[in-house]
């Protein structure tokens, strides 16, 4: 058995999908069982990260357990608990999503977010793993209402490029390490093929849609701004805009090498990604 938390987030849904194609035996957590939709035989099952009851009946005879915890400035001890719930029920195989630059105290406070999971997993005893991926190619999802309204893409992050990364590429991984105890105590940085720019990306997604996208470069004092105006916090809007500043200035455009090889293949590009989804741009 193979417990899959935030299952249906973007890379958990992903590794549920991935592992019932190969006829593992995988079980769902999420807060809402009656609204998941998943693969047939997949068993989906309740799991909050605010009761531990519920955690430690979704994680009882397992083998492995894939974590994903919903790390805030917040609550940075959530994944310590899950980490804990995990182990407490017996499961051997521990696989952690986190994030890349986790530690580098150049990056600022945000580095610090999954730091206390980290440690949590690599002292609990039990074969672990570690993911830290780059930015996800689905984050362009958010470009879908502009794009299909005639608007230009929203940039905030000026020219600064990053490794994106396709969400199925970082399942697969995850999927590698649940399986095998071959990626005991590593810590993978995951990224795609080439660092780039939002304006690189537009023009790829561009390509997809066969047409030419738009950019419109919004300034970093505004991007604050905006955060504020939806109601997110002062701390919050002062992180963020450290975090696209960070990258504004070329801090994230690390590309590695650990897809290709714990894979055996390239890391799939942007351009592969919006290729499969550019349906979700078209009216």
């Known amino acids: 058995m193979i417990v899959i ?3 249906t987030g973007t890379i958990g ?3 549920v999908r991935q592992l019932a194609e190969r006829g593992e035996k995988v079980r769902a957590v999420t807060r809402d069982p009656e609204q998941a939709r998943v693969p047939e035989g997949v068993e989906v099952v309740r799991g909050d990260y605010a009761d531990p009851a519920s955690l430690a009946a979704a994680f009882a005879g397992a083998e492995a357990a894939f974590l994903v915890g919903q790390v805030t400035p917040d609550n940075s001890d959530v994944d310590a608990k899950l980490i804990a719930a995990a182990r407490d029920a017996g499961v051997a195989r521990l696989v952690k999503l986190s994030a890349i630059g986790t530690g580098d105290t150049i990056l600022g406070p945000f580095a610090t977010w999954h730091m206390p999971g980290e440690k949590a997993i690599s002292e609990s005893g039990r074969v672990w793993t570690i993911l830290r991926p780059s930015s996800f190619a689905s984050n362009t999802l958010s470009w879908a209402a502009p794009i299909k309204e005639g608007k230009p893409v929203p940039n905030m992050t000026g020219t600064g490029a990053q490794g994106v990364i396709d969400p199925r590429d970082i399942a ?10 071959a990626h005991a105590g590593r810590v993978y940085t995951l990224t795609g093929p080439e660092p780039l720019s939002v304006h690189q990306q537009a023009a790829m997604l561009g390509a997809a849609l066969g047409r030419e996208l738009e950019v419109d470069d919004i300034p970093l004092e505004q991007v604050r701004e905006a955060l504020l105006a939806a109601g997110r916090s002062e701390a919050f809007a002062d992180r963020a805009t450290a975090g696209q500043a960070f990258i504004r200035n070329g801090g994230n455009t690390t590309v590695t090498t650990d897809v290709e090889r714990v894979l055996g293949r390239a890391p799939r590009t942007y351009a592969d990604w919006a290729r499969d989804h550019a349906a979700a741009f078209r009216g």
């Open 13 to 15: 849904s992903e590794v």
């Open 172 to 181: 697969a991984v995850a999927v590698a390490a649940l399986t095998s105890d």
């Open 5 to 7: 938390t935030g299952a």
